[in-house]
């Protein structure tokens, strides 16, 4: 048995690792997916809810009638970018589970994560802005650079970054004689 036996097998056993994880996590985003649209369809009630009040990007509202126009409008653009990023997600979990791990599409789909969870940081940071009615310039600068979602949508968009010039250099050396 040579080396080249030797890393392939160890190189298979790693990839075959990558797809069971990714399968495993597929299974877990579906289960993360499926449990709120079930509480949702039999009406099972949050915390805010129990005590009489409406949350939209957890700030809370004494009823549906005291919430405004605006918050209702972030309140739906919050979902869909919520749901664009899960499956943005789950798009990239089987792209792993097909065996796919450093190509332009990986790249593409963690760029499009990345998106997502800045967009929305962003719509929940001007959810917080309507909610207390002003932007107070070094808080809300603070916000910005503090909030979770960006944070990790900017780590994420680096990490793809980094991918694609990995990429980009494996082409070059495969290019070369």
Not at 73 to 92: E, K, N, P, Q
Not at 98 to 118: D, H, Q, R, W
């Amino acid at each position: 048995m040579n080396v080249t036996d030797i890393s392939s097998k160890a190189k298979n056993a790693r990839l075959t690792r990558i797809q069971r994880i990714s399968g495993i996590l597929k299974i877990c985003v579906l289960i993360y997916l499926i449990v709120p649209l079930c509480a949702v369809a039999f009406n099972l009630k949050t915390l805010h809810l129990t005590n009489g009040m409406v949350s939209i990007f957890d700030h809370p509202y004494a009823s549906t009638a005291d919430i405004p126009a605006v918050m209702y409008v972030l309140s739906v653009l919050g979902v869909a970018v919520y749901l664009l990023g899960v499956i943005s997600f789950y798009r990239l979990l089987c792209l792993y589970e097909k065996g796919v791990i450093f190509a332009a599409t990986n790249i593409s789909e963690m760029k499009k994560l990345a998106s997502y969870l800045v967009g929305y940081g962003l719509l929940a940071i001007v959810a917080g802005f309507v909610y207390t009615g002003g932007f107070a310039f070094p808080w809300g600068l603070l916000e910005m650079l503090s909030s979770p979602w960006i944070v990790v949508g900017g780590a994420i968009y680096l990490v793809a970054w980094i991918m694609d010039e990995g990429r980009k250099i494996q082409e070059e050396q495969e290019l070369t004689v």
